[in-house]
């Protein structure tokens, strides 16, 4: 069975502390795909990463940056010097191929706290 | 363009009665998929096409749901007799192929009276 697995349901900071979103996921494929997703208020998902499970290097982008761990099967998000509008849902999702039959976890609320 | 578009935003429907939602992609978009959200949980896939062909359906909830993209542009999702179940928030999202980033409309409250 596929599964993700976001245990924190909420993270509260305050503004510029870093924090990291957990993902651990269960599957039995060899090639997987997974995905961070963050979904603001407004309702609309927004695509942060794609990452398959051939390519195990670790990656950054602005304060963005991510963990994957085949080892632990996690795929861990950290978020440096947080800011207000960071505040958001970020799911992390699997999928067994690339047709966005996504396999989602539950979300992490991240408050982020002036 | 401006992005993958939903309407209605929100629907608010008695239970029993049909519903129809309308997507339109991302104008060069091959791929569409539908997802529903319920309230604190990630997003559940329900089917996606490639153009106008419907290549996965078996993940649709029940036989009450169907989806179409006639001329492989805009999709319905159609909705028979709702139930009060169905009450979720109904997502949309284009991608080129199925190698490039999905992006997602706003969605479509339904709620079921």
């Known amino acids: 069975a596929q599964k993700v697995t976001q245990a924190q349901t909420e993270i509260s900071v305050v503004e510029k502390e870093d924090v990291t979103l957990d993902c651990v996921y269960e599957?039995?494929?060899?090639?997987?795909?997974l995905f961070w997703y963050k979904q603001p208020p407004s309702g609309e998902l927004v695509f942060l990463i794609r990452?398959?499970?051939?390519d195990e290097q670790n990656e950054i982008s602005g304060r963005y940056s991510w963990n994957f761990q085949k080892s632990t099967s996690s795929f861990n998000f950290t978020i440096t010097a947080s800011q207000v509008v960071d505040s958001a849902v970020y799911f992390c999702?699997?999928?067994?191929?690339?047709?966005?039959?996504?396999?989602w976890g539950a979300g992490t609320k991240l408050i982020i706290k002036p | 363009d401006t992005g993958v578009s939903q309407d209605p935003r929100h629907k608010i429907t008695k239970r029993g009665q049909n519903v129809t939602f309308r997507c339109d992609p991302i104008?060069?978009?091959?791929?569409l998929y539908w997802y529903r959200q319920t309230l604190g949980q990630g997003p559940e896939f329900l089917t996606y096409?490639?153009?106008?062909?419907?290549?996965?359906k078996s993940r649709l909830l029940s036989d009450r749901f169907s989806a179409e993209r006639p001329k492989g542009s805009f999709s319905t999702l159609e909705i028979q007799r709702t139930e009060q179940g169905d009450s979720a928030m109904y997502l949309c999202?284009?991608?080129?192929?199925?190698?490039?980033?999905?992006?997602f409309g706003q969605g479509t409250r339904l709620t079921v009276v």
């Open positions: 999202a284009s991608s080129l192929t199925g190698e490039t980033e999905a992006f």
């Open positions: 104008s060069e978009h091959n791929r």
């Open positions: 096409f490639q153009n106008e062909a419907q290549l996965e």
């Open positions: 599957t039995r494929d060899t090639t997987y795909y």
């Open positions: 990452r398959n499970s051939f």
């Open positions: 999702a699997l999928s067994p191929d690339s047709n966005y039959q996504l396999i």
